[in-house]
T-cell receptor, first 110, second 115 residues
């Protein structure tokens, strides 16, 4: 069965650069979530989209923005990267209340 | 707001030992409760869930019962295996104003099983 696909799997950026993370949810799932997981930390909710509209916002910095496109894939744009942005970024899509996670994008800011 | 408090790790057990990972929650209304597992280098996977009080979720020998009176959802397994070594996250889900479900995670408990 198709799963949630995230790309890239690994990304290395320098401080003050920009990064774009992509998420392709499971077909026919209507909600996409983005989470940030720092080293040894629990996943922190960033933002979610329901039927291509932003539905909820968590602890997402103003330097970050996200959107969901007509094909339901979502992109997380991160600008002016800081060392503290280094983390694993997960995308999840939901069906009947259960979240299915992608394998994540590991972002390293140097 | 919603919150999940989870037993701190790391937890190290011998193979075939009995496992309990405690989880309590704070929420308004009637959330759904989940246990997710994260194996090394992978994303989170749903392990089990319960959607209402007294429901028992079970999968792969793991069990957890939704206890509304104690606001708990403790994870148990009678005999753990080396392959159970992973990080376990307790989570609650609640319907947002938009009608979709938002998950709140606990801090995770790293479990290591020694042969």
């Amino acid at each position: 069965a198709a799963g949630v696909i995230q790309s890239p799997r690994h990304l290395i950026k320098e401080k003050r650069e920009t990064a774009t993370l992509k998420c392709y949810p499971i077909p026919r799932h209507d909600t996409v979530y983005w989470y940030q997981q720092g080293p040894g930390q629990d996943p922190q909710f960033l933002i979610s989209f329901y039927e291509k509209m932003q539905s909820d916002k968590g602890s997402i910095p103003d330097r970050f923005s996200a959107q969901q496109f007509s094909d339901y894939h979502s992109e997380l744009n991160m600008s002016s990267l800081e060392l503290g942005d280094s983390a694993l970024y997960f995308c999840a899509s939901t069906s009947e209340g259960v979240a299915f996670f992608g394998q994540g994008t590991r972002l390293t800011v140097v | 707001g919603n919150s999940v408090t989870q037993m701190e790790g790391p937890v190290t057990l011998s193979e075939e030992a009995f496992l309990t990972i405690n989880c309590t929650y704070t929420a308004t209304g009637y959330p759904s409760l989940f246990w997710y597992v994260q194996y090394p280098g992978e994303g989170l996977q749903l392990l089990l869930k319960a959607t209402k009080a007294d429901d028992k979720g079970s999968n792969k020998g793991f069990e957890a019962t939704y206890r509304k009176e104690t606001t708990s959802f403790h994870l148990e397994k009678g005999s753990v295996q080396v392959s159970d070594s992973a990080v376990y996250f307790c989570a609650l889900g609640q319907i947002s104003n938009f009608g979709n479900e938002k998950l709140t995670f606990g801090t995770g408990t790293r479990l290591t099983i020694i042969p």
